[in-house]
T-cell receptor, first 117, second 114 residues
Framework: AQSVTQLGSHVSVSEGALVLLRCNYS??????LFWYVQYPNQGLQLLLK??????LVKGINGFEAEFKKSETSFHLTKPSAHMSDAAEYFC???????????????FGKGTHLIIQP | DAGVTQSPTHLIKTRGQHVTLRCSPI?????VSWYQQVLGQGPQFIFQ???????GRGNFPDRFSARQFPNYSSELNVNALLLGDSALYLC?????????????FGEGSWLTVV
């Protein structure tokens, strides 16, 4: 079974500063990796995903993440934080299909990003 | 184009009652999944349906059931509600069941059990 650990339930950065949200995963088979954002009282919106190929993945709103197999990590970054980035961020993993059933996405517990003016 | 739509958006039920939540996927999407998100936690996978058949089930009791209709919409049913079932229930759709497909989420149904 796969699992996701997000380090830091709350991260606070100043507007214009670098955003770094950490995600480590555990999977016995090559994973698919995702970052979702959730604004208050809303559903989840996909920021980016890694399936195969280039390990540096660019997403929406200036976010990017790098898949590092040796570190089992998929950290999310953004060079310059904006007030509108304040939200809950979830890292998720799914495993490549084995031809049988689907296990869905396994999510981390989330990181609440706070942007200070 | 309409995204994933869910109804109702909010509801309050009493312990022991039954609830039905509904979901319409994005047009052209044939796979629907359900997730439970308890306050302060990440979503947890409940079911995935594709072409009206259950393709996956998470670690939830038999009180939880679902089905998918010929138009690919879906219902989630929960029987004998417990206080711990209070959560945001998210429906998600994708083109197909493959793990690498992008999954699009609706805004959820907030269930409060009192």
């Amino acid at each position: 079974a796969q699992s996701v650990t997000q380090l830091g339930s709350h991260v606070s950065v100043s507007e214009g500063a670098l955003v770094l949200l950490r995600c480590n995963y555990s999977s016995s088979v090559p994973p698919y990796l995702f970052w979702y954002v959730q604004y208050p009282n809303q559903g989840l919106q996909l920021l980016l995903k890694y399936t195969t190929g280039a390990t540096l993945v660019k997403g929406i709103n200036g976010f990017e993440a790098e898949f590092k197999k040796s570190e089992t990590s998929f950290h999310l970054t953004k060079p310059s934080a904006h007030m509108s980035d304040a939200a809950e961020y979830f890292c998720a993993v799914s495993v490549r299909d084995s031809g049988g059933g689907a296990d869905g996405l396994t999510f981390g517990k989330g990181t609440h990003l706070i942007i200070q003016p | 184009d309409a995204g994933v739509t869910q109804s109702p958006t909010h509801l309050i039920k009493t312990r022991g009652q039954h609830v039905t939540l509904r979901c319409s996927p994005i047009s052209g999407h044939k796979s629907v999944s359900w997730y439970q998100q308890v306050l302060g936690q990440g979503p947890q996978f409940i079911f995935q349906y594709y072409e009206k058949e259950e393709r996956g089930r998470g670690n939830f009791p038999d009180r939880f059931s679902a089905r998918q209709f010929p138009n690919y919409s879906s219902e989630l049913n929960v029987n004998a509600l417990l206080l711990g079932d209070s959560a945001l229930y998210l429906c998600a759709s994708s083109l197909g069941p493959l793990s690498g497909n992008t999954i699009y989420f609706g805004e959820g149904s907030w269930l409060t059990v009192v």
